[in-house]
């Protein structure tokens, strides 16, 4: 599978992952209002993975810019749907990744990535790319799925088995502490690790990360 593959993937599974209901929605709030409470009214914002915008539509309004990006241009197309319904001034979505996004002097105060590390296909070089559009003491702020940490069958059986039939993106694995020696080897100083889940193992670890 190539990046064109994963392209395909999300486009064509975009009108159903909109309709999805949020698996815990109690867990999803309370990282809302955690990384709501983390930015700051001036502060420019880029949300890499941004899907169809649900994200972004709570809490562009908070900050002074909010540009929200996705590597499906169906994803986007939905998000700019949900926008049209209610304008947010601040925000602009559009179609792009974060090697796609050239840095220009670290134009960013913080850089949100939810349920997004574990779909890139270069960790390493997507953090240092996001380390890159941060500027000075700029915060990293992600909430990933650690497959290393959850059920083996997931990833050994379940996971090939879904790509073999185009039924799955491509998908990293690995653990949690994993994903923060990746994160500091990148560049940052984690300031926060919490676990934010009422529902499951709890594998999804928030981490508030700034860069040094």
Known sequence: MSTASDVRFWDRTSRKYAAAAIA????????????????????????????????ALRLAGDVQSYYATDISAEMIAIAEEKRSAGPVPS????????????????????????????LVRDPPATLRRVHALLSADGLFISKTPCLGDMNPLIRL???????????????????????????????????????????????RPYIVARKR
């Open 24 to 55: 815990d929605q109690a867990g999803y709030e309370r990282s809302l209002e955690r990384t709501r409470a983390l930015l700051a009214p001036d502060d420019r914002v880029l949300e890499l993975g941004c899907g169809t915008g649900t994200t």
């Open 91 to 118: 925000l602009v979505f559009r179609t792009a990744t974060a090697e796609t996004l050239a840095p220009e002097g670290g134009q960013f105060d913080a850089v949100l990535g939810f349920n997004y590390l574990h």
């Open 157 to 203: 059986a379940l996971l090939p088995a879904m790509r073999a039939i185009g039924k799955a993106p491509n998908v990293s694995v690995f653990r949690a502490t994993e994903l923060s020696q990746l994160i500091s080897a990148a560049g940052f100083d984690i300031l926060a690790t919490e676990d934010h889940a009422t529902k499951g193992n709890g594998a």
